[in-house]
């Protein structure tokens, strides 16, 4: 049981560039978020997706998408990249109890350097 | 606006000593309640949480957090700290959705 898992650990885009952040889990877990983390910062929420086919906008959405085909993967895409989405991202996921959402789980993080 | 506080950016207690990291919370209706940790280059782990029940929630490496519902607050508690327990903790919030605190950093001198 590998929990969340994130790919790349590390990458640096240069401004314009777009990149695919992946995350997959093998916990059946129905949902899942992506999150960033600035310096210093707690965590922004930037898509959660509440099974596959369902995905809706966080607190940052702008400058990024995502899609779920399938429970298990998640990724999440950079369009244009800018030096503002310089930051560590986050795949998490989470069972529900009772119609809701319970503790999450995280991947180790992607660290992502725009310049 | 529905949101979880973090009263302090930092901790400092020495190891053996007891250790408290405090949050508060303003959210409408019974909110689920989380703390998480976050070591170094790592992701955030799930320590425990309080849905309902007991006031007094056990958790992970030996925390415990407790609920008060009057004062709105959502306290974690360690008996004796350790050196390795220094780490990011993180308080949230569930109701609608889930409110992080912003975090306050644990640092457990020898």
């Known amino acids: 049981n590998a929990g969340v898992t994130q790919t790349p650990k590390f990458r640096i885009l240069k401004i314009g560039q777009s990149m695919t952040l992946q995350c997959t889990q093998d916990?059946?877990?129905?949902?899942m978020y992506w999150y960033r983390q600035d310096p210093g910062m707690g965590l922004k929420l930037i898509y959660y997706?509440?099974?596959?086919?369902?995905?809706d906008k966080g607190e940052v959405p702008n400058g990024y998408n995502v899609s779920r085909s399938t429970t298990e993967d998640f990724p999440l895409r950079l369009e244009l990249a800018a030096p503002s989405q310089t930051s560590v991202y986050f795949c998490a996921s989470s069972y529900s109890g009772q119609g809701v959402p319970l503790e999450q789980y995280f991947g180790p993080g992607t660290r992502l350097t725009v310049t | 606006a529905q949101s979880v506080a973090q009263p302090e950016d930092q901790v400092n207690v020495a190891e053996g000593n007891p250790l408290t990291v405090k949050c508060t919370y303003s959210v409408s209706g019974n909110p689920y309640l989380f703390w998480y940790v976050q070591y170094p280059n790592r992701g955030l782990q799930f320590l425990l949480k309080?849905?309902?029940?007991?006031?007094l929630v056990k958790g992970s490496y030996g925390f415990e957090a407790e609920f008060n519902k009057s004062q709105t607050s959502f306290h974690l508690k360690k008996p004796s700290a350790l050196v390795s327990d220094s780490a990011l903790y993180f308080c949230a919030a569930r109701t609608d959705k889930l409110i992080f605190g912003t975090g306050t950093r644990l640092q457990v001198f020898p």
């Open positions: 997706s509440v099974g596959a086919g369902i995905t």
């Open positions: 916990m059946n877990h129905n949902y």
């Open positions: 309080y849905i309902t029940g007991d006031n």
